[in-house]
């Protein structure tokens, strides 16, 4: 298993796509974070759709498949796509679901129309547009690694030039603006660099799955940690994460597209992350909601057998199960069994030939059942 | 006559594009209206699980129990969604961008792992293949009718029954929400109703158009006839009559250019938007400026009346001479645009010029002094 993991690790179109995966990665999850935070998640579906278009226009113009135009086209027409959809929210009574749902499929189509038009002309290069789709990790060569690197770094370096700038225009976009921030440029910056995102991942992931790259490793890194800079270093962590294995796996030979491979790695992540995160762990929750229906029920007996002895003048009262039964509707079986287990309470026999099982409480039961009673009374509980 | 009209391609892929448009139009109108445009997104992603897996299934690639089967799947992402956004551990937009994501990737990854078993390739999952729609036929009281075509008929037979017989209850629950529950219409359920009755178009719309460009059919066409109309029944007659038009004119101009129908169809619903956005008649580009300009011109027209005839009341009278120096310096108007709200006042007959100055006709002084004593109805008579 090892070995067979070293001899991957040296394959050189193997280390091509590893890097490919780490870039893809990086880029998603430090800019999907921004995008997630400022609830513009289906902006990144919509640019990743509208890269089509610009990946055809790129082919057309390169006449061949030069992943440096192609990738600028995808830029410009994500860019292109973002201004229609303002320019058609702020201009016309349609709202932001529409101007997404609108740019999104109508730059598809004018995808699919080049994509056919390109398939209709006599060139022999034409065949490498359709990976561009789903995304063909296997695919990437040295020079796009440059390419991707670049464009990597180059957002790294914006991210962390303006780093109090977006992190202000992200949680309070009004007190950004009274304290004179240019709010619009850092908005227009925000929304290319969801773009930029989507050009980084076409050659992994496709222009049909980015939407899931943008989105998923920040909400993933969301449900771990509070603070942005943590968030946007997890992000990033988990995209590298999602991107290594899904690539991996597509590159050792199965035939399968790249980038359904990484989303559902990513959805893995997601999900996990929902349930497990510390803190807001959806299992946690749910746990914390057992034990806290547990220890009320607990309470609750406790406070009743307290009650029926004070009613009876004695301390040592044994409560029939079946008085129990009555007032809960069901025996509270498994609270009696914890209780008796803490030592709480002691099951006494009597009158044992005629009825069933008899509980008292025992002395630190008693004591349980005061501080119990008197927290509820004193109002704090 | 009816077999001719099966066997003419054209005829029978310009109906399935069109019935593509309105089967979507009908009910994408209500999404629009609701704000849930980008459910047809999530939807239509999706649905190509639940194809992959009632095709795996059943070997059902049409008909009832592939649109109903598929679509669930179309309804289980807006569950899924519902109950990811309820854990409030992520925000709806990105429970959306979570979901149908997941979905459509395990679906193609499934064509991926049963590419030999499966009808669809991953290609078609994009693009669609209407171009091929009268190929695949089935045999239907001796006629042969394309599966595509019986299936968007019906299709959209069961939208137009759904709206049609439940306008009511629609209407209300798209604008009204509160209201319909609160009388009683469970505007949820047929919420509900409405995304099964999109799924299932989309699964229908499938073999045709794809997945990704249903959304045009389903979206534009409504957003275009609600940049055209404030009715409902206008926006739907209107939605319908632009997926038609689109479906004509787009199966002409691919056949021209030999490029995707479905694309060019997509397109031409595009176009329809566009010139709805530059020339509507109340909402478009066009009439909006127009309306600025007529408003700014009246204003104008307006100040300048007022201005005049506070001069004329103080028995200042107005030369030609030092007119446009006046108007530049009380009104700040420059000289040209003085020169044109002069112009544009004396045409509308506010003023007068007879080349010594410029005077307020009766009617500019019934505008100003209407302007200045509302609560007057004329003005009073000097002599009383």
Redesign the interface.
């Known amino acids: 298993m090892m070995a067979g993991l070293g001899t991957l690790l040296g394959d050189y179109t193997v280390q091509n796509v590893l890097l490919g995966a780490v870039f893809l990665g990086i880029v998603s999850g430090v800019l999907g974070s921004f995008a997630v935070l400022r609830q513009q998640s289906l902006l990144g579906d919509a640019l990743a759709h509208a890269a089509l278009p610009g990946v055809c226009l790129g082919f057309l113009i390169a006449g061949a498949r030069s992943l440096p135009w192609i990738l600028a086209g995808a830029l410009a027409t994500g860019v292109l796509a973002a201004l229609t959809m303002l320019l058609l929210i702020r201009r016309s009574r349609l709202k932001t679901d529409a101007g997404l749902g609108i740019v999104l499929s109508l730059f598809f189509a004018a995808g699919v129309v080049l994509l056919t038009y390109i398939q209709g002309q006599p060139n022999a290069a034409q065949g490498g547009l359709d990976t561009f789709l789903f995304g063909q990790a296997a695919a990437t060569l040295r020079s796009d690694l440059y390419l991707m690197g670049g464009i990597t770094a180059a957002a790294l370096t914006l991210v962390a030039a303006l780093w109090k700038e977006l992190k202000l225009v992200t949680f309070d976009p009004q007190f950004a603006g009274a304290i004179g921030l240019p709010v619009t440029v850092l908005e227009v910056v925000l929304t290319a660099m969801i773009a930029l995102a989507v050009v980084v991942g076409l050659q992994m992931v496709g222009v049909v799955l980015m939407t899931a790259m943008v989105i998923a490793p920040a909400a993933a890194a969301r449900q771990w940690v509070k603070r942005l800079g943590a968030m946007v270093a997890l992000a990033a962590a988990l995209g590298v994460a999602a991107g290594a294995t899904g690539s991996l796996v597509s590159a050792s030979g199965a035939n399968l597209a790249t980038g359904p491979l990484i989303v559902l790695t990513a959805s893995a992540l997601v999900l996990g992350s929902l349930l497990l995160a510390p803190g807001r762990g959806l299992a946690w929750a749910q746990l914390r909601r057992w034990r806290e229906r547990r220890a009320i029920g607990e309470r609750q007996v406790l406070a009743t057998l307290y009650r029926l002895a004070a009613a009876h003048y004695d301390p040592a009262y044994p409560t029939e199960l079946g008085t129990l039964d009555t007032l809960y509707g069901g025996t509270p079986r498994r609270a009696l069994r914890r209780l008796e287990r803490r030592g709480l309470i002691a099951p006494v026999a009597h009158m044992p030939h005629e009825e069933g099982p008899h509980w008292e409480l025992t002395e630190a039961g008693r004591r349980a059942a005061e501080r119990t009673l008197e927290g509820n009374s004193g109002g704090a509980g | 006559m009816l077999e001719a009209l099966l066997a003419n391609q054209a005829l029978t892929i310009t109906l399935t594009g069109a019935l593509v448009g309105v089967a979507g139009s009908l009910v994408g109108t209500f999404l629009?209206l609701r704000?849930?445009?980008?459910l047809?997104?999530a939807m239509s992603?999706s649905i190509v699980f639940g194809i992959v897996v009632v095709w795996l299934l059943t070997h059902a690639q049409s008909g009832p129990v592939q649109i109903i089967g598929a679509a669930l799947t179309g309804v289980l992402t807006v569950v899924l969604t519902e109950l990811?956004t309820r854990?409030r551990?992520?925000?709806n937009?990105?429970a959306?961008?979570?979901v149908f994501?997941?979905l459509?990737?395990?679906g193609?990854?499934l064509l991926?792992?049963y590419a030999r078993d499966v009808h669809i390739d991953?290609?078609t999952v994009?693009?669609g293949e209407i171009g091929f729609v009268w190929l695949d036929t089935l045999s239907l009281g001796g006629y042969e009718v394309p599966q595509a075509l019986l299936w968007m008929g019906v299709v959209t037979l069961v939208n137009a029954a759904f709206v049609g017989g439940l306008y009511k209850e629609l209407k209300l629950a798209t604008f009204d929400p509160q209201l319909a529950a609160a009388l009683g219409f469970a505007p949820t359920a047929l919420f509900y109703a409405l995304l099964l009755l999109t799924s299932a178009t989309a699964v229908a719309a499938f073999d045709a158009v794809g997945a990704?460009?249903f959304?045009?059919f389903a979206?534009?066409p409504p957003?275009t006839a609600?940049?055209l109309t404030d009715r409902l029944w206008l926006m739907l007659l209107l939605g319908a009559l632009v997926a038609i038009a689109a479906s004509v004119g787009g199966y002409a101009a691919?056949v021209q250019?030999?490029?995707?129908i479905?694309?060019?169809m997509?397109?031409m619903?595009?176009a329809c938007?566009a010139l709805a956005?530059l020339l509507g008649p109340r909402?478009g580009?066009a009439a909006?400026a127009w309306r600025h300009w007529r408003q700014r011109y009246a204003n104008e027209a307006r100040a300048l009346a007022i201005y005049l005839y506070e001069r004329e009341d103080r028995g200042v009278p107005t030369a030609e001479a030092e007119l446009a120096a006046v108007l530049e310096d009380e009104l700040g108007w420059p000289t040209a645009q003085a020169a044109a709200v002069l112009e544009r006042s004396r045409r509308s007959g506010l003023i007068r010029r007879d080349g010594s100055g410029v005077h307020l006709t009766p009617k500019g002084r019934e505008t100003a002094r209407a302007l200045r004593q509302p609560w007057r109805r004329r003005e009073a008579d000097p002599a009383a």
């Open positions: 629009l704000g849930s445009a980008m047809s997104d992603h990811l854990t551990r992520v925000k937009d990105a959306i961008g979570l994501p997941a459509f990737a395990a193609v990854l991926n792992l991953t290609h994009l693009l990704v460009l959304i045009a979206i534009v957003a609600y940049l691919a250019l030999d490029v995707s479905g694309g060019t997509a397109l619903t595009g938007l956005f909402h580009l909006q």
